[in-house]
């Protein structure tokens, strides 16, 4: 997912760069990119939440319990999640990047721009 979500923010920096295009074409094409980003995004979160619950889980059971069982595990769900949040933060900034592709694409195919108006 980083590669594609990456190699399209290239691709839609060279549409914008273009002085002809078909732009409504492209401005379609760039919200149905969104949405499956977006959707991307949304599952990512929630495993992302679910894995930082079993790491305070683990944490919070080997504390309370001290059985030494509970320690792997801690380790082991703490070692997931660092990724887990590095790639969501990832598809987040992304994300958020093409919303302002988005707004570059719909000035360039209708002449709006809200921050001008």
Not at 16 to 25: I, M, N, S, T, V
Not at 50 to 63: C, D, E, V
Request: aromatic share 18%; hydrophobic share 45%; glycine share 2%.
């Amino acid at each position: 997912m980083k590669k594609y979500i990456l190699t399209y923010r290239k691709w839609i920096t060279l549409q914008l760069q273009k002085q002809d295009a078909d732009w409504e074409r492209i401005l379609d094409y760039h919200k149905q990119q969104i949405a499956f980003f977006s959707h991307e995004r949304l599952v990512h979160l929630i495993v992302t939440v679910l894995f930082a619950l079993l790491t305070i889980f683990a944490i919070s059971a080997f504390a309370i319990t001290k059985m030494i069982c509970f320690l792997p595990l801690s380790v082991l769900f703490l070692v997931l999640l660092v990724p887990y949040i590095k790639h969501y933060w990832l598809l987040e900034n992304q994300t958020q990047g093409l919303y302002d592709d988005y707004n570059k694409l719909y000035e360039k195919c209708y002449g709006v721009n809200y921050e001008k108006l």
